[in-house]
């Protein structure tokens, strides 16, 4: 065998191993940007790139409607997620949200909360630990496709095309939760 072909054979092997050290998220988030899909929907009636005034005339219109009211310390917007028994009121979930705004006033991200409305400290079926999977089950409905895997200690990620959902323990009583759109997140870190 020729050095140039002991070159060539190393150089195959080298990035063989290269792409198979990539995690499974990297590989997610390759497969999900190049297929091209376009997951631009969020949840009432918001998508990514839409304006600042177009959030606030929506979420006015739909607390005319009695679906969203300020929520606490007028830092978020918040909903109440009704469990399908009706008659279950210790489970109903407070979801508090907020969009991430880009330089032009676009929305590019999505931050949320939820707990439940019954939270105490002394009521452990009602921590966030309990919580996550409903919370997960939900955005499953949402946001159908693909599954969400674990990235590193409690964090679950989402990707399907260009939406990146991650999920967490927040606190004892919150569930975090990010949409982001990964378009626009990679653009800025290339910039």
Request: net charge positive; hydrophobic share 40%; with cysteine.
């Amino acid at each position: 065998m020729t050095l140039r072909n002991v070159v060539k054979v190393l150089m195959i092997f080298l990035v063989i191993m290269m792409s198979s050290c990539q995690s499974d998220y990297t590989k997610l988030v390759k497969r999900e940007l190049a297929s091209g899909k376009q997951n631009d929907s969020l949840f009432y009636r918001l998508k990514f790139g839409q304006t600042r005034s177009y959030f606030f005339k929506n979420c006015w219109e739909l607390n005319k409607q009695k679906l969203l009211s300020q929520g606490p310390n007028n830092g978020y917007v918040q909903a109440f997620l009704q469990p399908q028994d009706t008659t279950d009121r210790i489970h109903i979930m407070r979801m508090l949200f907020y969009p991430r705004f880009d330089p032009n006033d676009k929305i590019m991200a999505m931050d949320l909360k939820f707990s439940y409305v019954a939270w105490a400290p002394w009521n452990k079926d009602l921590h966030a630990d309990k919580l996550l999977p409903r919370v997960q089950d939900t955005l499953m409905k949402w946001f159908p496709g693909n599954d969400f895997i674990h990235v590193k200690d409690s964090i679950l990620v989402k990707v399907d095309g260009n939406r990146q959902i991650q999920l967490t323990e927040g606190s004892e009583r919150d569930v975090s939760v990010l949409i982001e759109d990964l378009n626009y997140k990679l653009n800025k870190l290339n910039n």
